[in-house]
């Protein structure tokens, strides 16, 4: 798969080239990572890629040409590669995405991501040069890279052959759809907990049963919406009601009611 960034901060990306899955399939060429600096497709002199908010107002605004420009090379490049990529636009304004959407995204040959600084771009270019707006997530940051890189980061450990055991992205938390079950490693005491005797048992029936219900405790727990939203088994509904009985606790609210 391949990935078109189109940054002001191209030395940002360097960090997914530093160390970890990422890096290893970059190296591998799992993923590819092609960046493109607006700022080198400017046609003046001062090499300018915004000006000041129509309307008035504080903050800078990105100029369309330059992006556009940008965006022309991109695509030329992806075509060139054999890819159809679309355009991907990273901002607050964006279609909030979910493991889901990461599992789309990467079944697609390739995305061109278009990350915005300022107060935002001239939205004349989204309208015209963007298929799909996103978000990371209902917060601002001071631009749309880190967001491009947390998708990359979501999408490429997905790409097969990225992780080195083969299931373990279908054993994430969320891809079934729940939170992920507890962990515990050596030494079997620390600060005079133990680990969950079932765990010691050798008992692998038993294991993936217990893994199974804490993943629906803790779902039911902290995030009820999951749980509604996915729907429950018989065998799952039974292994939550001897969770709750175990627990006789109510769901544990992460987030104060609004
Ligand atoms: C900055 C600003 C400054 C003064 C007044 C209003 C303002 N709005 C913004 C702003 O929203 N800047 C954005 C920074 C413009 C688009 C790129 N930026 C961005 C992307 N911030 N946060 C994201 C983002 C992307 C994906 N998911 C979550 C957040």
Same mark, same amino acid.
């Given at each position: 798969?391949?990935?078109?960034?189109?940054?002001?901060?191209?030395?940002?990306?360097?960090?997914?080239?530093?160390?970890?899955?990422?890096? &290893?399939?970059?190296?591998?060429?799992?993923?590819?990572?092609?960046?493109?600096?607006?700022?080198?497709?400017?046609?003046?002199?001062?090499?300018?890629?915004?000006?000041?908010?129509?309307?008035?107002?504080?903050?800078?605004?990105?100029?369309?040409?330059?992006? &556009?420009? #940008?965006?022309?090379?991109?695509?030329?490049?992806?075509?060139?590669?054999?890819?159809?990529?679309?355009?991907?636009?990273?901002?607050?304004?964006? +279609? &909030?995405?979910?493991?889901?959407?990461?599992?789309?995204?990467?079944?697609?040959?390739?995305?061109?991501?278009?990350?915005?600084?300022?107060?935002?771009?001239?939205?004349?270019?989204?309208?015209?040069?963007?298929?799909?707006?996103?978000?990371?997530?209902?917060?601002?940051?001071?631009?749309?890279?880190?967001?491009?890189?947390?998708?990359?980061?979501?999408?490429?450990?997905?790409?097969?052959? #990225?992780?080195? +055991?083969?299931?373990?992205?279908?054993?994430?938390?969320?891809?079934?759809?729940?939170?992920?079950?507890?962990?515990?490693?050596?030494?079997?005491?620390?600060?005079?907990?133990?680990?969950?005797?079932?765990?010691?048992?050798?008992?692998?029936?038993?294991?993936?049963?217990? &893994?199974?219900?804490?993943?629906?405790?803790?779902?039911?727990?902290?995030?009820?919406?999951?749980?509604?939203?996915?729907?429950?088994?018989?065998?799952?509904? #039974?292994?939550?009601?001897?969770?709750?009985?175990?627990?006789?606790?109510?769901?544990?609210?992460?987030?104060?009611?609004?």
């Amino acid at each position: 798969m391949r990935f078109d960034v189109v940054t002001l901060f191209p030395e940002q990306f360097r960090i997914l080239s530093g160390a970890g899955v990422i890096a &290893r399939a970059l190296g591998r060429d799992i993923a590819t990572l092609a960046i493109w600096n607006p700022r080198d497709f400017a046609s003046d002199a001062q090499r300018t890629v915004d000006d000041r908010p129509y309307g008035g107002g504080p903050g800078m605004v990105m100029k369309v040409e330059p992006l &556009r420009a #940008a965006i022309d090379s991109a695509r030329a490049a992806a075509v060139r590669a054999g890819c159809t990529s679309r355009v991907a636009y990273l901002s607050p304004q964006g +279609h &909030r995405l979910t493991q889901a959407d990461m599992v789309r995204i990467a079944a697609a040959p390739g995305w061109i991501l278009l990350t915005g600084r300022y107060e935002g771009v001239d939205e004349r270019l989204i309208e015209t040069q963007v298929d799909e707006e996103w978000s990371i997530g209902d917060y601002v940051l001071s631009g749309g890279e880190l967001a491009a890189m947390v998708v990359m980061d979501a999408v490429i450990r997905l790409l097969p052959g #990225a992780l080195g +055991h083969a299931d373990s992205a279908a054993q994430d938390s969320y891809g079934d759809g729940l939170l992920d079950c507890p962990h515990y490693t050596r030494p079997e005491l620390v600060d005079g907990l133990g680990v969950p005797a079932v765990l010691l048992s050798g008992d692998h029936a038993a294991i993936e049963r217990w &893994r199974h219900q804490q993943a629906l405790g803790r779902t039911w727990q902290r995030r009820p919406d999951l749980l509604r939203a996915r729907g429950l088994t018989a065998d799952e509904q #039974a292994l939550l009601d001897e969770f709750m009985r175990g627990r006789g606790g109510t769901a544990v609210e992460r987030e104060p009611r609004t």
